[in-house]
Nanobody, 118 residues
Framework: VQLVESGGDLVQPGASLRLSCVAS????????MGWIRQPPGKGLEWVSR????????YLARSVRDRFTVSRDNAKSTHFLEMNSLETEDTAMYYC????????????RGQGTQVTVSS
């Protein structure tokens, strides 16, 4: 299993970013995918989950009106569209292959850093 994230950057508040996760080594189209993040000095937290049909099954309350998650099963790619970024969104973002609701029990990529700062 390999998950490779990209798209993180240093941006100003209010900006937008699109994170991508390219998956390989497993049947992507048969797996629930998720995004998790780890803010500086804090623990991991769920951001989103999307089912095999492309339906968003979870979006954290703090991002619900600003982030959108999607997937392209044909390209084994998972996306997180982030709009109106806030300083509180600063974190390392990880793509996960969801096997468990226990966040630490899932395979994740190496992460991509998102920093929101003026």
């Amino acid at each position: 299993v390999q998950l490779v994230e990209s798209g993180g950057d240093l941006v100003q508040p209010g900006a937008s970013l699109r994170l991508s996760c390219v998956a390989s080594g497993f049947a992507f189209e048969k797996n629930i995918m998720g995004w998790i993040r780890q803010p500086p000095g804090k623990g991991l937290e769920w951001v989103s989950r999307i089912n095999t049909a492309g339906e968003t099954t979870y979006l954290a309350r703090s991002v619900r009106d600003r982030f959108t998650v999607s997937r392209d099963n044909a390209k084994s790619t998972h996306f997180l569209e982030m709009n109106s970024l806030e300083t509180e969104d600063t974190a390392m973002y990880y793509c996960v292959k969801v096997n468990s609701m226990v966040i630490d029990n899932n395979i994740r990529g190496q992460g991509t850093q998102v920093t929101v700062s003026s």
